[in-house]
């Protein structure tokens, strides 16, 4: 009997040992790098569309940043640490971005490199914000991301202002007197066109005539069609996804529509072409940020793509390989994953190597350089037209 | 003008077809089939399957070709709807109304995530396409493969029609719709007719989905969430579980769009369909051609 109470009190001593042993490890993956063992990996976490109408753009992602990741830490990783991914599912919505978010936090991510849909990225800000998490943004790029000047979100992708900029030098150049501006009222696309809109109001150049909404998921625009068809536009510029962006080509052409056609970069796929068919594709413009197909020099990584995936790197693949390797980058820095000072490492950043060109982020953390360029598909291929340079 | 009424009865051809289905399910067993618009999904991709099976035909082939890849679309999607009904709806027939309501929208689900893990889940386009030229009748600019898909929805509406109102099996159905034990009592097989109406409410569906397949060309494991409610809504316009109701109200859906898009602009299109339904629900639930029904306690 008299044993007893000793032995509890000795397990209780060792469960006690247990659980601040316990906490420790956990702490160090949250905030302390320098408190974490030297075999505990640096995760990554990355919220991308697995589920719901953006359900494609996920694996375009999440294959290019595991392709990253292999290739880190086949080197040895950061700081004699390994390299960790882990997903969670956004599907575009704004609730299941929340819960993601929050999921992600739990399971210790160091550096957020996620981000397709702006509405659904916006509501993870906070989440990560107040667990001190810098996030890479690497698709997501409604100018609202960025407007409320929070320290630890950085975009590597254009903002919606500079696509819209794009744009409208293009219709502009391409002398056109009337243009209409269709969108899918979510936050990226109604941002595009919008600052389009506003652009084009300046006096000379195009006028934008109208700008028309359709429901993303339908299949007969015929109706939005009509309205465009009215105003009898010679410039037609859609700033939503490629799902639709397709059936918009297609239709407009089969409605008998002749001016010019131009897609955003939520556009920019070969599926586009698929859906919309050889013939209406052809001569479609596009706004984008660098692409592998686009630049030189990248035919090795598509290569490597293709090699372990057996497919093609989608939108975004190439975005999604930058903002891994960037934010291996700045936690070496760094030394560490504390959040303030990849922070730090991010901000100082300058002439880091990506696609899009040598980095460096602007006040704002926006890119400063590697804006966007006008693709046109040309016999059923995407390729550039001008670089607007 | 002309244009806006093209636009919507070519829509709404789509939307009636759809809606048949519903109109029937709910007419025999008062369920709403919520996972009947992802049967016009798994008609698409069955159809899909079916033409690259057969793949290999030259493009001046496409209609006849695709004729028959319809109707063997029709039989499949047909046995797939009976097996929905077979696995989630007969075991709950005597549960309560709403266990049923929950199902389907679970069954709802399990289609959609189902063919997303089976075909993934990148949008597919149709082989085969009907594109043509398009001419100009009365002001209106139509092609003449919209003029024999909406044909092939007529002919389809008018043979359902002729196979309720003039043939043994559409007075089996009629008979379940009224009072399903006597029915039984009366010798009449309910789970075989239950059966032969989700076949051919699916079939419709599936009919629908390779059309749609053809004339638009992308399909996707979520194209039937939305074609599915604007469906529910038109067999309400027309008259839930009435087939000649629910014909026109798709017809009637598919041109309120039309014209509300054309008044309000683009994003009232979905506010305004969703609000005639609501309108319809709260003034005259049974719908224009539905009768008011005294239920006796």
Not at chain 2, 200 to 216: C, E, F, W
Not at chain 2, 263 to 276: K, M, Q, S, T, Y
């Amino acid at each position: 009997m008299r044993a007893i109470p000793l032995k509890s009190f000795a397990s209780l001593a060792v469960v006690g040992l247990l659980v601040t042993g316990c906490g420790q490890g956990l702490l160090g993956g949250d905030g302390g790098g320098e408190t974490a063992k030297a075999d505990d990996p640096i995760v990554l976490g990355m919220l991308i569309p697995q589920s719901g109408s953006e359900a494609a753009i996920g694996p375009y992602m999440s294959n290019a940043a595991q392709l990253a990741l292999d290739e880190i830490n086949a080197k040895g990783g950061i700081l004699g640490r390994k390299l960790e991914l882990k997903t969670a599912d956004d599907a575009c919505d704004a609730q299941s971005a929340a819960a993601g978010a929050n999921k992600l936090v739990t399971e210790g991510v160091d550096v957020s490199v996620g981000g397709y849909c702006s509405g659904a990225t916006l509501p993870t800000l906070p989440i990560f914000g107040k667990a001190n998490i810098p996030m890479i943004i690497p698709a997501a790029n409604s100018q609202e991301l960025v407007d409320q000047k929070l320290k630890h979100v950085f975009l590597i992708n254009g903002t919606g202002s500079q696509q819209a900029a794009a744009a409208e030098k293009w219709i502009t150049k391409q002398g056109a007197k009337s243009a209409v501006l269709m969108h899918d009222n979510t936050s990226y696309s109604k941002d595009i066109a919008l600052r389009t809109k506003t652009l084009l109001d300046a006096p000379g150049g195009a006028e934008a005539v109208l700008v028309e909404t359709v429901t993303p998921k339908e299949s007969d625009y015929s109706a939005n069609i009509t309205n465009v068809l009215a105003k009898k536009p010679d410039f037609v510029y859609w700033t939503g996804y490629f799902q639709e962006g397709g059936l918009i080509a297609r239709q407009l052409r089969q409605a008998g529509y002749k001016g010019s056609i131009m897609v955003g970069d939520g556009s920019v796929s070969p599926k586009l072409v698929e859906i919309a068919g050889a013939e209406a594709a052809e001569g479609v413009y596009a706004t984008m940020t660098q692409t592998p197909e686009t630049l030189e020099g990248a035919e090795g990584w598509v290569a490597a793509y293709k090699k372990k995936y057996n497919a093609e790197p989608g939108p975004y693949s190439n975005q999604a390989y930058d903002a891994v390797r960037l934010a291996a980058e700045a936690v070496a820095k760094a030394g560490g994953t504390d959040g303030a000072k990849v922070i730090a490492a991010l901000e100082a950043m300058d002439g880091f190597s990506m696609f899009s060109g040598p980095l460096k982020f602007t006040p704002e953390h926006t890119l400063s350089s590697g804006g966007f360029q006008i693709l046109v598909v040309k016999d059923g291929k995407i390729t550039l037209q001008d670089s607007l340079k | 003008m002309t244009q806006l009424v093209w636009n919507g009865l070519f829509v709404g051809s789509f939307y009636a077809l759809v809606a048949l289905g519903y109109s029937m399910v709910y007419g025999i067993i008062k369920l709403l089939n919520f996972a009947h618009g992802d049967l016009y999904m798994i008609g698409a991709f069955i159809g899909f399957a079916v033409l690259g099976a057969v793949g290999g035909v030259s493009a001046s082939m496409a209609l006849p070709l695709l004729l028959v890849v319809l109707l063997a679309t029709m039989v499949l999607t047909g046995l797939a709807g009976v097996a929905l009904e077979r696995i989630a709806y007969r075991p709950l027939r005597r549960a309560p109304r709403l266990s049923l309501l929950i199902t389907a929208v679970g069954a709802s689900f399990a289609l959609e995530y189902g063919m997303r893990a089976a075909a993934g889940a990148d949008p597919r386009v149709y082989p085969v396409r009907l594109g043509g030229t398009s001419v100009e009748v009365l002001g209106a600019r139509l092609t003449l493969q919209q003029l024999v898909l909406v044909g092939v929805a007529v002919v389809l509406m008018f043979g359902l029609n002729l196979l309720i109102t003039r043939t043994r099996e559409g007075r089996a159905m009629r008979a379940i719709a009224l009072d399903p034990s006597t029915s039984s009592l009366m010798g009449i097989d309910v789970n075989a007719v239950i059966s032969r109406t989700f076949f051919l409410g699916s079939a419709l569906a599936g009919a629908a989905g390779v059309m749609a397949g053809a004339y638009y060309g992308k399909i996707d494991f979520l194209m039937g969430f939305l074609i599915g409610l604007k469906a529910f809504t038109a067999a309400v316009i027309g008259g839930i579980g009435n087939i000649p109701g629910t014909m026109l109200g798709g017809l009637l859906l598919g041109l309120l769009e039309s014209f509300g898009t054309y008044w309000l602009g683009g994003e009232w299109r979905d506010v305004f369909a969703f609000g005639v339904l609501i309108l319809f629900l709260t003034v005259r639930p049974t719908g224009l051609l539905g009768e008011r029904v005294t239920e006796r306690v």
